[in-house]
Structures are given as C-alpha cells and as structure tokens.
C-alpha cells in the first residue's frame, strides 16, 4: 500500500467518525424531544477496484420497529375517537341530569304524579290544580328542552367535524410534499432523516382523526390510506371536505364527509369526491360521526316515544272526562278524515250537552256497529238529537258545539266502549287533549287497506332508505295512483321499487308498518319531500302515517300542554260525566275525583313502548321508560370511558415499547461517543504517520 493510500484511508476514518460522532450528538441533545428517533450511522467498507481504501457512511438511518409504530398509531386512533365522544357524552349526562335527583327526566315524572295524587285528594283545589299543572309544564319543558339539545349537540358534532378537517388536510398535504423531496434526497445518497422525521409527525396527526394504515415504497415514499383502503396519499395528496349544516331535525341526515383526489401539477383538488364516511374506521372523526349518526338521534326517538307514550295516556284519560262546568266546544286535531270515509269505530259512546247547573240538556248514546259506516253517519247521528251543526267535520278537524250557555261532555261506555285504532271517539279525534304537539301524536290510523287513499292521482312521496351511518342507501319516489291504500302499498312493495329491502303492510289498527328485509335491519326510513294532500285536509302521507322517526322526536321538543288548559286550570277535566242522570241532577260535579285518580294512577300503569333508538320494545311504566333512558345513556357512556381509558393504557405501552426501541439511551450514546472518539484519534494518528514517511521519504531523496 502506497503512502498516499494510507492518507486516503485514514482520512475516511476522520470523516466517518465525524459524521458518526455529529450523529451522535445530535441524538444527545434530542433525549428530552416527544417523539425524536434515534439515528444510527451505518458503516461500510469502501472498496476500490479490488482494494479496501477505508471506510464510509452507507445511511444515516432512523431505528423504529415498523410494527410498533403501525400499532402505536391504531392506539392513538382509537383513543382520540373515544376522546371525541367522551366530550359529547358528558354534555349529555349534564343535560339528564343524576336520576336520583327530582331535577332528573325520572325525577319530574315522579313530581307530576305526586302533584295529581294531592289533586285526586280534592279536584276541587284550585292550588292543586295549579300544582299539578305546573308540574306537568315543566316536565314538558324538560322534553322540549332536552330534544332541542340533542338537536344542538349534533349540530355541535358536525361543526367540529368541519373543523377537524382543516389539520387533518394540511397533516396530508406535509406528507403530500415531503415525499418526492424524500425521494430526491435518497436517490443521491443524502441523509433523509430529517425529512422523515417531519413526514412521521405529519402521520402521527393524521392518526388523530381518521385511522392510518402506511405503506413503503422502494423510492423511500409512502403511501397513506385508511384500514379500509380509502387512499389518503399515494402519488398526490387526497384531501376531505365536508360542509357543516345549520339546521337540522333529531334525526335529519348530514352532508357526507368526501374526499377528492389533489391534481399534482395544478394542486387544485377535484370538484367531485367520494363519500368517505363510512370507510373512516377510527380517529376523532370516527367517534363524532358515531354520536351524531347514532347515539344522539337515538337519544331523541327514546325522548319521542317517551313523550308520544305520556300524551297518549294523558289524553285518553283526559277525553273521556269533562271539566267542571264543561266546555262550550270541543274541537280536535287534524285526522285526515272526510266525511265519505268510513269511521271505523265499534263499541258506544254518549254526547250530551249540559245546561248551566250541569243538568243534562239532551243526550245521545251512539252504537256505531247500529248506524251507517261513513263519518257522515256519525254527523247524522249526533246532530240529529243534539241538534244541527252540533258536530262538524271540516278539513280532517271534528268538532262539537253546544248551545249558547251550554256546556258538551262526551263519555264512553263502561261496557262497550268506543274503538277506532285502540282509541275512543274523543281520544281519536283529540276532542279534549291535554297534551298536543306541532307533529301528529298517534299512528293508529284506523284506516284499512281496502279505503279510498284521498290522494290525488300524480302527487309524489320521495322515500329514503337510510344506512346505519345516515347516507342514504336506497331512494325512491312514489307517484300516486290507483284508488285504495293497498294500491299505494303494492307500489312500495314493488321489487323494484322499496319491496327488495323492506316490506310495507296495515296492521289491524291502521298503523303503517315497515319491515327491513334480512341484512337491513338497521337501517332507517324516512320521507324527504311529499307533495300529497289528502282530500283538501293539508295531510300528506307521511303526515298521515307519520313515516319515519322524526315524527316522535318532535313530539318531544314541541310536546305543551293545550293553551286553552293552561291558561285555565278549571279547564282540566276531572270528573266523568253520567249520561243516565235523572232530571234535575247534575251529570257532573266539581267534586269528582275519578278522572284525577285515573292520571294518578296511570304512574303505575304498565305501557306498552315500541322500539326506540336501540332500546327493545317493552312494557313498562312512563317513570321506568324514562329511567332506562338515563341508564342507557349512562351505559352508554360508561361504555365508552371504559375504552377510552384502554385505549389510553395501551396507547401509553405502544408510546414505551416504541421509545424502547427509537428512544435515546444516554449510556449507550456516550459508550459510541467514546468509541467513535477513540477511532477518530487512531485514524488521526495514521495521518500523523502517513505524514512522518513521507517526511522521511522526501529527506531521503534529498
């Protein structure tokens, strides 16, 4: 080996050294740095044609184990999608409020009860009556309240969605561009660590929102996608875009989340996307698209049935008793009815009109299996006895006038009483309703599939088939035709309308009845845009048949209790009417308590509530439905602090076994530190030799 040899190779040494001991010293002075790698300068002999001439530095190379980082970034998915809904479910245990506590759903149920248990005492009480009047407003007031916020809160949920998604691009488009500078820099040898350190923390944030699955590419780039194989970030950058909205229902669906593909020459994303939402498996983004798909729609139908179930017993027993002195009117709701249709109804029931002692002035018990079987039967019925124009049916609203300074009471039969869909005649029509809301309160139609439908040929009803997640799986647009309800369910039952994923049949009370086919259980429909009017009354289909969830949901938040009785609390009806009293005797008195005690008791009264936002249908007390929603959503709740809580316990082992393996260990950067010095001075003093002979050479020669 020639003396200029020895130089060469010594000075590789110096070199090696020097850049090992700068990387050693870098990893030092970044012991105390939240997710630095450690680098390690990886050696190789350099050869020459078939000579060794020294040493050089193959890569300066970051140590990770490639399956601890994929794990670690699963974990912290996991954990910010559960930090996400942990946010949202402590607003929702705030808002129930502790069931042990009277200020709770359940606590006001019980402060109802008890105030009508002192009005059964003495209905005559006006503090009572009051009392119990108020109790029944602010538990009403609880409903509205607690719906709207649910409705707020999902409101919440998809802003910070919209939010989420400005880190989330700006973490992608890093990664987007750190990648040809990656592989730039690989392709001629230089130290890209650095560079990859700013392109894991770009990852590591994106792992907060959605969940990340990477993969290595030969030219040193990688790919980003979610578990699913949505791509994030292949050759360009995939960015999401989402457009928050202002107002919704409880159960409305939201714009999607898309994602559009980022033209690499122009940086200009594409106009039309894909939608992402159901293929984003984890992260903040996952979490908040649970609560607001799902959870919190839920909470709003279990609040819905709870408030369509209270103001259906209420008003049934409220109907079938009258005030004291009782109304000169009672007029319903809007049912639909013309007075072509049939009624419907079995069984009997008394109308009679009261004078001012509350004497009977006339009277007429009406057996509607013996008249005729239209509305107008009934009309003829009553009027003729009560007399003409006493009861009206206009634009699907019945009502019933005395005379000037009479009062009308309608009472069913102890025996045989009144039935059209499970109701009597004033419960159906809502003659005398304590509680009413801006929604239709009962789905008992009482219509068969054989009657007239009352629409007009032409008018449209756009259905939409929802998937868990809220898209829209299926839509479809009925176009009115035939003559009969049965001719309108044949065409949704069409296979190739809506009949290839759910059924739609009449049961026996005339409430629709929507069966999702096996593989469709939980998904959900609902009507966007109904155009039909039936017979001139302003109530379309699915007005009539309150198709879709929505309906008991807004029966929680408009849910009051009529304004003719809460202005007056002499307007409650307490006492029951007796249709066979004798001339001379009132048929009412202000001291009878039966129609206080019949509320009162409607506390233990077992109901039965159909399946609601998760919760199975059951029988149970209105004190206990709502009970079970408070434990529901306290389980629920639970649920998910418990995984939150794993999910951070596992994510703190990934962050320890990860820094076991990437962490800086002082001792060992000190021990290379001592050996890289030592290498460095030894190939220093082979300079210093290499020097001395050719020193000695040249004085040789001389």
Partial sequence: ????????????????????????????????????????????????????????????????????????????????????????????QALLGRPDLNTS???????????????????????????????????????????QETIDLRVQADFRIEENLKPLNQAIQRIADLNPLIAREALVGGDTTGLQEQRAAAVTDIAKYIDVSVQNNSDSTISVSTSSGLAVVDETAHIFKHLASGTVSAVSPFSPITIHRVN???????????????????????????????????????LGELAAQLSDQMNAVHNDNTAVPPPNSLTGRNTGLAATDAHNFTGVASFST?????????SVTVDFG???????????????????GTMTLTNGVLAVQAGVGEGIAVVQDTTTPSARGTRGFAHFFGLNDLLNANVPLISDTGFAGTEPHGFTAGETVDFVFDNPDGLAAVTYTMTVAGASFNDLLTDLNGAGNLGGFMTFSLSAQGQLVVTPKPGFEDHRIRVSNDSTNRNATGLGFSDIFTVGESYRSDIARTLVIDPDIADNQSALALAKLDPAAAAGTPAVTLGDNRGALALQNLEGASISFGKAGGLNAISNTLGGFAATILAN????????????????????????????????????ELANMIVFQN????????????????????????
């Fill in 105 to 147: 759903l359940s606590g006001k149920i019980d402060t109802v009860f008890k105030s009508l248990a002192d009005l059964g005492i003495d209905p005559s009480s006006q503090i009572s009556r009051i009392d119990s009047l108020n109790s029944l407003r602010e538990f009403t007031i609880e409903l509205n309240r607690l719906a």
């Fill in 370 to 388: 013996a008249i005729g079987g239209t509305m107008a039967d009934v009309l003829t019925a009553v009027n003729g006895t009560l007399g003409a």
């Fill in 633 to 668: 959503t306290g389980g629920e709740a639970a649920l998910a602090e418990g995984r939150l809580d794993d999910g951070e316990a596992f994510e703190q082992e990934m962050k320890e076994r990860v820094s076991n393996v990437s962490g800086v260990n002082l001792d060992e």
């Fill in 1 to 92: 080996m020639s003396i200029t040899s020895i130089l060469q190779t010594a000075v590789s040494g110096l070199n090696t050294n020097q850049q090992a001991l700068r990387t050693t010293s870098n990893n030092i002075t970044n012991v105390n740095t939240e997710g630095f790698v450690r680098r390690t300068a990886e050696q190789q002999s350099r050869v020459s044609g078939n000579q060794l001439v020294g040493v050089e530095i193959a890569e300066i190379r970051r140590v990770v184990d490639r399956f601890l980082e994929r794990e670690l970034l699963t974990a912290s998915a996991e954990t910010s999608r559960f930090e996400g809904q942990m946010l949202i479910h402590d607003q929702i």
């Fill in 354 to 362: 009261l004078d001012a002692n509350n004497e009977i002035v006339n």
């Fill in 679 to 702: 290498s460095y001075n030894a190939a220093a003093r082979l300079v210093t030799t290499a020097q001395e002979l050719l020193d000695t050479l040249l004085n040789a020669v001389r």
């Fill in 264 to 302: 690499p020459v122009s940086g200009i994303a594409a106009v039309a996307g894909s939608n992402a939402d159901s293929q984003i498996g984890s992260g903040e983004l996952r979490g908040l698209l649970e609560m607001r798909d799902g959870l919190l729609p839920d909470l709003g139908v279990q």
